[in-house]
């Protein structure tokens, strides 16, 4: 086990005990056994855990359910033999102590959610060996294997991204003063919290200081397992820095709590919320990446609507389902917790910078005229660009909003070193909000911006999801009929939940379309289509009278319906599959297309776009890409070359959030094609990139955008050059 008895770490904590380890595929064989001989008491804590803490989430399973067992065995097993060896016990008292389970002595009421078995006598022996006697090193002991078992499965689902040590100590080393009263409202497994502790321990402060400030650290989470982590990561901390049986032992003051909605606990009997309500000087942390689509309770979908409209940070409905709850966080957390002139600072989504879901939280209604922004733009995790925001509390308040603009910035590289101080500013200020947040010296190159006539005419296009029930492979065509299968791309790229696979099913011919994805588009050329079943007639309507004349169609339409029925969200209101396809009646509008579509990428790094002939095969665009359609071939290829632009692409980045495009394209002046010799131009240099990347392709399908721009970058340049003069004005 450790060889070098003394400090342990958390990579040893992972390399003894985490995923890859052998005592966890020894103990989840046991933990299986255990579930199948105590199913009531198994199926109850799954129950209990699922109902109260993941909101009725099918994501919890019964695997998922038995890591989590493991992991919380794990921690109290380590905080008991460290305890142990405090009071000189032996192996077999300690064995007791472990088996009696009275962790409530020690304020862990959480384990409680995951007590129905307990380690054998033999397992426990293993982690004893392994660290009696051992020092635990003064940091985040857990947090791999918190990630490992945790995040592998359910990180999206309730929006936690672990913060990086470096970024953590960089914030708490700027913000943190000792003594302050601070909030980490979701703590996870305490990283923010470790650093604060850490930093009171380490100074040359006297003890009952020490005491005092440390009793000022507060935590709050949402779930059981991220307070149990947090709740025995600090107390292995204070066992090893305080003396148990002569020194006076600080509080543990964390919380298992969801802080948007306090009220409810106010009835619990271990912690006193009303003392607490506007009592904190700091609040700081990470809170939850997710957005309103990703929540999997409605009734918690329409609290949090609520919310937001009280918080006046709602946006218009087109937006709804991307509020943020990052944004519900940094207004409701210092509403409810902060003094007046209290701070917060939270590591939160670029997004609540430049998204149009977050026009109105950038109105800082609730803050003082002192704003800071960290950026980072070559650095960010988990494939999401973030910010650190800073404001000081003031609740309501008369402050212009042109006052607290510009705000404060710093910008940090990816070793996060400091690069430079500058402003941020805004496009533009209205009565309720403020247009995208960028460094002021990008201000001059957007001041220009205004809105192409092209913004309306451009569509996205229709939900074709679930693609698993969907999208086929055809087997074998005979007369008006064809049989199909599953479509193992599509199949191999599926949430666990939609893995649907079906095999020689018959479909009338009249119900095959063909669409695409957005991998399947390189700039200025579609390189492959996809079959796609839609259950509609020649308008693209839903038509059961229709339908049902056709038997195979309706046999294999009823099947695939019956499975999304069963597998679709609790929250969705959508209940049969053709109304989630024709989601806005986007499947139906496409009736309407003309000879040539332009389409586009809804999201990435970069535009590509491409042209479609119509008129030869009638495309279905789906809603990874948008659309326009026309009856001009020069129109669609002028429009082709405007969208593959370089510069254009760089102009987006500027106003973009995260990933997404959507119709930011159009946030630039683009002209509505005429005759003139430039517009035809850039049709005719479109048309030749069209040729170069079609032969490109029949000599390397896996060609991909990178090296296709490479090949036509003199071409480009030549259509920047175009583009500059007729969309930025520049000769």
């Known amino acids: 086990m450790v060889k070098n008895k003394g400090l342990i770490n958390r990579e040893e904590i992972t390399r003894l005990f985490g995923l890859r380890s052998h005592f966890f595929a020894e103990i989840m064989r046991y933990l299986e056994k255990e579930a199948i001989l105590k199913k009531e008491k198994f199926d109850e804590k799954l129950r209990m855990l699922r109902g109260n803490i993941f909101k009725d989430s099918s994501e919890l399973n019964s695997n998922l359910f038995l890591r989590y067992t493991y992991f919380a065995l794990l921690l109290k097993a380590l905080l008991i033999i460290k305890l142990s060896n405090i009071q000189n016990l032996d192996f077999e008292e300690c064995y007791e102590d472990n088996i009696s389970n009275n962790l409530e002595a020690l304020h862990i009421f959480e384990f409680d959610y995951f007590f129905w078995t307990d380690f054998k006598k033999k397992a426990f022996e293993q982690i004893y060996n392994a660290l009696e006697f051992t020092k635990f090193a003064q940091q985040d002991l857990f947090i791999d294997i918190y990630q490992q078992i945790f995040f592998s499965v359910t990180r999206h689902k309730i929006g936690e991204f672990y913060t990086p040590s470096n970024l953590v100590r960089l914030i708490v080393d700027d913000y943190y003063e000792l003594g302050s009263k601070i909030l980490d409202p979701s703590c996870g497994s305490g990283n923010f919290l470790i650093d604060i502790i850490l930093k009171i321990i380490n100074s040359k402060e006297r003890n009952n200081s020490i005491i005092d400030a440390l ?52 009835n619990q009997m271990f912690i006193n919320l009303k003392n607490l309500y506007n009592s904190f000087d700091l609040i700081i942390g990470n809170p939850p990446w997710l957005t309103y689509k ?93 910010v650190c925001l800073k404001a000081e509390y003031i609740g309501e308040n008369d402050i212009p909003l042109e006052e607290k603009y510009p705000i404060k910035a710093k910008i940090f590289d990816k070793d996060l070193e400091l690069q430079e101080e500058t402003y941020y500013s805004t496009i533009k200020l209205e009565q309720k909000g403020a247009k995208i947040i960028i460094p002021v010296n990008q201000l001059e190159i957007l001041s220009k911006v205004s809105y192409s006539k092209y913004k309306d005419k451009f569509f996205q296009g229709a939900t074709l999801v679930p693609r698993t029930l969907v999208f086929f492979k055809i087997e074998k065509k005979k007369n008006n009929l064809l049989l199909i299968s599953t479509d193992r791309d599509i199949l ?31 700039p200025f050329f579609l390189k492959k289509t996809r079959n796609v079943f839609l259950p509609v007639n020649d308008n693209l309507e839903f038509d059961s009278e229709y339908l049902n004349q056709n038997l195979k169609a309706i046999s294999f339409y009823k099947e695939i319906n019956e499975f999304y029925c069963k597998n679709k969200k609790k929250t969705s209101d959508i209940d049969s599959i053709f109304l989630n396809l024709n989601y ?73 959030s995260s990933r997404h495009i959507h119709k930011r394209p159009f946030s630039f002046p683009i ?40 090949i036509i970058n003199h071409k480009l340049k030549k259509i920047n050059k175009l583009v500059e003069q007729i969309v930025f004005k520049r000769n």
């Open 215 to 266: 009793n000022n650290v507060y935590g709050f989470d949402i779930n059981p397992l991220a307070v149990m982590t947090s709740k025995i990561n600090i107390l292995l901390i204070y066992l090893e820095s305080f003396d148990v049986r002569n020194d006076e032992m600080p509080n543990l003051n964390i919380f298992l709590l969801d802080s948007l909605f306090p009220d409810k606990y106010e």
């Open 294 to 386: 990703d929540l999997e309770n409605k009734d918690y979908q329409t609290e949090i609507r609520n919310l937001a409209s009280k918080l006046k940070i709602k946006p218009p409905s087109q937006y709804i389902t991307h509020i943020e709850l990052a944004t519900i966080f940094f207004y409701q957390i210092p509403l409810k917790f902060l003094k007046i002139g209290g701070k917060i600072f939270f590591v939160i989504t670029k997004s609540v910078l430049n998204g149009d879901h977050c026009y109105e939280f950038r109105s800082f209604s609730l803050f003082n005229k002192n704003l800071e922004i960290w950026d980072f733009p070559d650095n960010y995790f988990f494939n999401i660009h973030h």
């Open 492 to 522: 191999s790229r599926a949430k666990k939940k939609w893995n649907y696979y079906f095999q020689n099913k018959e479909i009338e011919v009249k119900f095959h379309f063909k669409t695409f994805l957005n991998r399947d588009l390189i």
């Open 584 to 656: 806005w009646n986007k499947l139906t509008k496409q009736n309407q297309n003309k000879n040539y579509l332009v389409i586009y990428n809804a999201s990435g790094s970069n535009l590509k776009a491409a042209v479609i002939n119509n008129r030869e095969q009638r495309i279905i665009v789906s809603s990874e890409n948008y659309y326009y359609s026309t009856d001009s071939k020069d129109e669609a290829y002028y429009l082709s070359a405007i969208l593959n632009s370089p510069i254009l692409s760089k102009n987006i980045k500027l106003i973009k």
């Open 671 to 710: 002209p509505i094609y005429n005759e003139s010799n430039k517009h035809k131009e850039l049709a005719r240099q479109a048309i030749k990139c069209e040729t170069i990347a079609q032969d490109l392709f029949m000599k390397n399908p896996n060609i991909n955008t990178i090296k296709l721009n490479i």
